[in-house]
């Protein structure tokens, strides 16, 4: 009997421990706070989003946003911590609080806010689903792809995106849906596939790492609308504020023309939306349980949208986008900030 | 269980003995206390998630099943669109699984004996042939041994256009494997009627020419009549209807060959893959089950006369057999399991299917329980028929 004895007292504390942190539910800043760096969950392999460069360190658009988020709270930009999640393990990471922000291009969608119980803050990139051909397939529109095999990445809402598209167009298609980035790029560019669909973003990553770059082209049709943005739980209202205005702070601060060069300058501005924005006028900072320079840091640290997106994805990059929808919405595009007071 | 408590209970002094001394009721309950702690466990894990999943308001159920699934699948064995739900997407799922694990169970079962033979054959360069494929397959792993052969599939092969065409009507490019089949013709079904009866009839056959071997020692070629049979029945039927011979023949329509018969490379490469690393486990196992009966019984049998086909089929294969079948059934199981590596290079099977619903509905826990229970329930139905044939085979103790 002593034995069992033993084993059930072994697996009560099991229990116990299960429930206990079953059921804690701290507050995210302070868990953070106490941990000491801010845990983002990341793409890990999506060049201008999420990746290591040669160096080993990380870079990219949802990089720079986990960071802005480390300045906000931490004021030091390198006091967080990236851990790669595939697109199945993502939401789950979220979950479970292995991760306490997810930027890793996802989609915000109407079943992912309610069934997963998630929520999803400002759009830190607009994207949509297109196709890239060979050249020499003499494709010229999407709407000539009836019949043809299509490459695709599972874990997306890329298999219905492409699903609902030739459905609506009354055209047939063949899916080989491989799970792994590089497998997949390979398989295309060896012909396995005459196109490839993902966000365009992505399409203009793997047509840089193409044997041939030149000879592949990606098509005008943008199929979806892809709005992608940063991830928190449900539940915590005083997190999600943060992880929003860090978005919006980098947005507002190219939109009043502040960047991590003249931000110290800005700092003597005498327009009153510039210091309460940066914190001259103390308030913002109380109001979100961070220190009054968080915008501030994250300028300074980080820099502003437009640098951000310039560095990582811009024209002058491997990917080469143009601003198109994510230009600030005096030049046509989607990015505006509400006021900051 | 029982057998231990019965055999624990066999003292018919045990009324004096109080209970905790007795073992057969100490044994009992043990096992209740043990029982009691798994399904307390289990309780405790089951409502600890489901609290959680109710706090974080994340879905529940299997609702989602007869949801419009809205994605495509590559090949099926049903016919299936985007817009078909959840639950058929499933089925399509288990199909291909079912498809690469039947098609990849027997040809590794021909080809591992194949090469068990080969491995125990006098002849010295096709012993060290198969010794060097079995050592050669064994110890690379699958994965890798999935992703050459998925890479010389679409390296190797031409794109459609420039397809290779070895036979008239048959072209294998990196689509694919086609292969002309006959238009369909009434006279087919007949045809798998025929095959059906010629089957019956030659197990009465056997069965009798077994009776009259019994009464009077006469042989019968059984078994070459029963595949005659076989193969003139359908034939039969085929030249009364007229010997309906149109054949459709796979074409080139816009980006890809439509019609006959079509292998997908991902198909291909996957079975490919598991067959020849599973088959080098089998050829082991066949060498050690006829390593296993011992040479006097070979000799024995030569000595009354037997010709060596009788002696392998009628002395060593039946024994050698108890020893085969078992390890052999592990095997079927793993090549099973090891066909949901197919979501690596991109074949739709069970996993790939519940991955794709799992990442647009988001319900991770239904999903994986959903392939659990798939492979749980061929795992067991394949060990419930090997051990039924295992029975068969096993030598009966009189």
Not at chain 1, 160 to 185: H, S
Not at chain 1, 260 to 284: C, H, W, Y
Request: net charge neutral; with cysteine; aromatic share 10%.
């Amino acid at each position: 009997m002593k034995r069992a004895e033993k084993v059930a007292v072994v697996l009560f504390a099991v229990f116990c421990l299960f429930s206990v942190s079953a059921v804690q539910a701290g507050e995210t800043l302070d868990a953070v706070k106490t941990r000491g760096y801010v845990s983002v969950g990341v793409n890990g392999g999506l060049f201008g989003f999420g990746m290591p460069d040669e160096k080993g360190v990380w870079r990219g658009l949802d990089v720079d946003t986990g960071r802005a988020v480390a300045a906000a709270v931490f004021g030091d930009a390198e006091k967080v911590k990236f851990v790669t999640l595939t697109t199945q393990t993502r939401f789950t990471a979220l979950q479970s609080k292995e991760i306490d922000v997810l930027c890793r291009n996802a989609t915000r969608t109407l079943t992912r806010e309610t069934d997963l119980g998630l929520n999803f803050v400002t759009v830190n990139y607009y994207d949509g689903q297109g196709f890239l051909v060979p050249k020499k397939l003499g494709v010229k529109s999407a709407k000539e792809l009836s019949g043809a095999s299509v490459c695709t990445l599972p874990g997306t809402t890329t298999e219905q995106n492409v699903g609902d598209y030739f459905r609506a167009n009354n055209m047939t298609l063949k899916p080989v849906v491989i799970e792994q980035n590089t497998e997949l790029n390979q398989a295309f560019f060896a012909g396995r596939c005459d196109c490839l669909t993902s966000d365009a973003s992505q399409l203009a990553g793997i047509r840089a790492v193409a044997p041939n770059p030149d000879d592949y082209v990606i098509l005008p049709e943008i199929i979806s609308k892809e709005p992608l943005a940063p991830v928190v739980r449900h539940g915590d209202e005083q997190w999600r504020d943060i992880v929003d205005f860090c978005v919006l702070a980098m947005i507002a601060a190219e939109d009043m023309g502040i960047t991590s060069k003249n931000v110290e300058e800005m700092l003597a501005s005498k327009d009153p939306n510039i210091q309460r924005f940066l914190g001259v006028t103390p308030g913002n900072g109380k109001a979100l349980g961070l220190d009054e320079k968080w915008a501030y840091n994250i300028v300074k640290q980080v820099g502003n949208y437009g640098e951000v997106f310039e560095r990582n994805v811009g024209e002058k990059t491997k990917l080469g986008i143009k601003r198109g929808l994510n230009a600030q919405w005096r030049d046509g595009g989607l990015m505006y900030s509400p006021p900051f007071k | 269980m029982a057998e231990d408590l019965s055999a624990g209970n066999d003292a018919s002094a045990s009324e004096a003995v109080p209970f905790w001394h007795d073992p057969a009721k100490r044994g009992m309950a043990f096992q209740a206390a043990f029982l009691i702690l798994v399904l307390t466990m289990g309780y405790v894990l089951f409502t600890i998630t489901r609290g959680n999943l109710e706090r974080q308001s994340i879905a529940t159920g299997f609702d989602f099943l007869t949801r419009e699934a809205g994605f495509e699948i590559g090949e099926s064995l049903i016919a299936y669109s985007a817009a078909n739900t959840y639950a058929r997407a499933l089925v399509v799922g288990i199909l291909n699984t079912l498809k690469v694990a039947v098609i990849g169970i027997v040809m590794t079962v021909v080809l591992g004996g194949l090469v068990g033979v080969a491995r125990l054959s006098a002849n010295w360069l096709l012993a060290r042939l198969a010794a060097a494929y079995i050592e050669v397959l064994q110890n690379i792993p699958i994965l890798l041994q999935l992703f050459f052969w998925y890479a010389i599939f679409r390296e190797v092969l031409p794109s459609p256009r420039q397809t290779m065409n070895p036979i008239a009507g048959v072209y294998f490019n990196n689509r694919g494997f086609f292969f002309p089949v006959p238009k369909h013709d009434p006279a087919h079904e007949m045809m798998a009627a025929a095959f059906v009866a010629a089957w019956v009839a030659g197990l009465f056959l056997r069965r009798w020419a077994r009776r009259r071997q019994d009464l009077t020692g006469r042989t019968f070629p059984g078994w070459t009549c029963s595949v005659l049979l076989l193969l003139l029945f359908p034939f039969g039927v085929w030249l009364a209807f007229g010997a309906p011979s149109a054949m459709e023949i796979p074409q080139l329509k816009g980006f890809n060959f439509e019609g006959g018969l079509s292998i997908s490379p991902e198909f291909g490469a996957l079975l490919l893959g598991l067959v020849l690393y599973t088959s080098a486990f089998v050829a082991e196992i066949v060498r050690a089950g006829i390593q296993a009966v011992s040479h006097g019984q070979t000799e024995a049998a030569m000595s009354i006369g037997l010709r060596p086909s009788l002696v392998l089929s009628l002395i060593v294969l039946p024994q050698a057999l108890r020893v085969i079948i078992p390890p052999l059934t592990s095997q079927m199981l793993n090549l099973t399991k090891n066909s949901s590596l197919a979501v690596a290079i991109g074949y739709p099977d069970v996993v790939s299917v519940v991955n794709t619903t799992i990442n647009q509905t988001g319900q991770a826990i239904e999903g994986v329980l959903m392939i659990m229970t798939v492979y749980l329930v061929l795992s067991l139905a394949t060990s419930a028929f090997m051990n039924w044939y295992n029975k068969k085979m096993a030598l009966v103790e009189r």
